[in-house]
């Protein structure tokens, strides 16, 4: 258990992750206004993108762009650039969902007047 | 030229998708002619794939010649092949029936809804043919957010839905990422073929393990897999009639098909340990949502409930057979995967038409709606045979097969399963039945309208597929099998 814990805190990135994982899952799921759910599915969509940006990071690495010189690049200089191409891509995706998810909420708000679940949910019927 | 049929299969509905804004702005009317060709195009497209890939084997097909792990591959073996050709030919269909349903008019909203279509269906055959996991994610997201759109189109109640829909299935794509991301850090690789060779010594390995758990929830909730398929019977009962047909019949067979690539393309099912204990859990949830998903069906009075809840057990059905670890069951349930989507298809087609032409929803409504229409009867006649499991459909080999597979496995539970969900299956579509059939008064039946010709077209389509994929088994499941083969299973 100890050794776990230990192998955590020199990864506090990964807490981070987690934590945010978490407390995303908890409003998406515990609150009842359709906005502060969709700020909850945003913090959880987050969380995945910094765990991908985390698995690229290196210490002492610079950016992946071999300047001028003909020797051979050592892979411990340079970080890796992959993660973060598919960071961006997962970003864009999150923003066309966002985007779709408000298209929605907006219209839900101009048809019901409320964006309470529960009220929203009692109109329905 | 034809080992770029993959590549123009997929672009064919996508360009026409990005074009339909500038062709339908002055007149929305040709919006749906448009959609129609271009889906046309495509299933000729395919279709020519589908022989080509069936004499040359398959094809991978590296997009600007940058070949995998580098580049972008497209895997179009003949599995995918033949799912595309499912897709695009459900396609023509559900804009045919759309076209004959003579649904509310979009007016200026034309141009957004065909353009979500095209978007779908372009999707779909994106994420069949993509052959590294992180692309199968862009092309699942991409399906997603043009079903949630489609799914709002009324409004009203629809919106909450379809706003359900999207809070779920987000929270699945998140996962399904996550996973991939697992997978990633432990391999460094992406791409299917590339995986494969680099996980075998991993397979003990926590992030590999975490990984593939995360992909399955994020997955489950796409294919609403039993405990998590909360979004589905209101989504597809409140989205509109001309639409249900391609949701239900396609996005969620997708992520099943994603699901037996990853299990079987990515993980190797003969190697040792963990593996072993993923597919009995697979083969669990199967199981259960079977058996649980038929039983809920058998509760419903209303039509599109009760065919959505059979749809959340036949998920169950291709799980099992995906869960067999065994080749008699992955070919089964990727065939019993065609034949579903086509059912599938059929009952929404059916019951969009019920409900539109004779007001009939539940199933009391549907006892009194008299309905005397033989290309209803008989479409609902090849269905049901299909969806229980009799002969001559494809429902019936499918089923074999995968009670074959699960007997071969020794899975005595999962075998049960199978045979208990047909029984319950028999149970609800008698009931339909009855009600349908129902001897009326024939005073009531004199001036029942015409059925105009594309809704005709669709259903004696369906029919003629249902029966065409039982008749023509052994080729079909020859087919899957040459996919399969190569896993050395």
Known sequence: MLELIEAALRRPNLIAFVLLLLWGLYITITHHNYVKKLVGLYIVQTSVIFFLVTTGAKEDATVPVILGGVEAPGADDYVNPLPQVLTLTAIVVQIATLGVSLGLVSRIYRRFGSLDEDEVLEKLG | ?489
């Open chain 2, 1 to 489: 030229m034809t080992e770029h049929l993959p590549a123009l299969v997929f672009l064919t509905p996508l360009a026409t998708a990005i074009s339909m804004p500038v062709a339908g702005h002055r007149r929305p009317a040709l919006c749906r002619p448009i959609a129609l060709i271009a889906i046309c195009c495509m299933t000729v497209l395919s279709v020519a794939s589908l022989w080509s890939v069936s004499v040359h084997g398959e094809i991978r097909y590296s997009f600007s010649g940058w070949l995998p792990p580098i580049g972008i591959e497209w895997l179009a073996d003949s599995l995918a092949a033949t799912m595309v050709t499912v897709v695009s030919g459900l396609g023509v269909l559900c804009l045919l029936f759309a076209d004959g349903l003579g649904d509310r008019p979009l007016g200026g909203r034309a141009v957004p809804y065909y353009t979500m279509v095209l978007l779908l269906v372009a999707g779909l055959s994106g994420a069949i043919y993509a052959g590294d996991l992180f692309n199968i994610f862009v092309f699942l997201e991409v399906v997603s957010l043009s079903a949630y759109a489609l799914v709002a189109v009324p409004g009203g109640r629809a919106l909450v839905s379809a706003f359900r829909y999207l809070l779920m299935g987000a929270l699945g794509t998140a996962f399904y990422l996550l996973g991939v991301g697992y997978f990633y850090a432990a391999t460094g690789a992406l791409n299917i073929a590339d995986l494969s060779q680099r996980l075998p010594g991993l397979l003990d390995s926590k992030a590999v393990m975490g990984g593939l758990i995360f992909m399955f929830i994020g997955l489950a909730i796409k294919m609403a897999l039993m405990p998590l398929h909360g979004w589905l019977p209101d989504a597809y009962s409140d989205a509109p009639a001309s639409t249900v047909p391609l949701l239900a019949g396609l996005v969620t067979k997708i992520s099943l098909l994603v699901w037996a690539r990853i299990l079987y393309w990515v993980m190797q099912p003969s190697a040792d340990g963990g593996t072993l204990t993923i597919f009995a859990l697979v083969t669990t949830f199967g199981i259960l949502a079977s058996v649980a998903g038929a039983c809920l069906a058998l509760r419903q009075r209303e039509l599109k409930r009760m065919f959505a809840y059979g749809g959340i057990s036949h998920v169950g059905l291709v799980l099992i057979g995906v869960g067999q670890a065994n080749e008699t069951g992955l070919s089964g349930a990727m065939y019993y995967l065609l034949n579903d989507a086509v059912m599938q298809c059929s009952l929404f087609v059916l019951a969009g038409f019920l409900a539109l032409r004779y007001g009939a929803s539940t199933l009391d409504e549907l006892g009194r709606a008299h309905v005397r229409n033989p290309w209803a009867i008989v479409t609902f006649v090849a269905v049901g045979l299909g969806m229980v499991g009799l002969p001559p459909t494809g429902g019936f080999f499918g089923k074999l097969r995968i009670l074959l597979g699960t007997l071969e496995a020794d899975n005595n539970i999962a075998a049960a399963a199978v045979v208990l969900t047909t029984l319950i299956t028999l149970g609800y579509f008698a009931q339909v039945f009855e009600k349908l059939v129902r001897a009326g008064s024939d005073s009531a039946s004199a001036h029942q309208p015409e059925t105009p010709w594309p809704l005709r077209a669709t259903m004696a389509a369906l029919v003629a597929a249902i029966v065409g994929l039982g008749i023509w088994n052994d080729q079909v499941v020859g087919l899957l099998v040459d996919a399969t083969a190569p896993l050395g299973m």
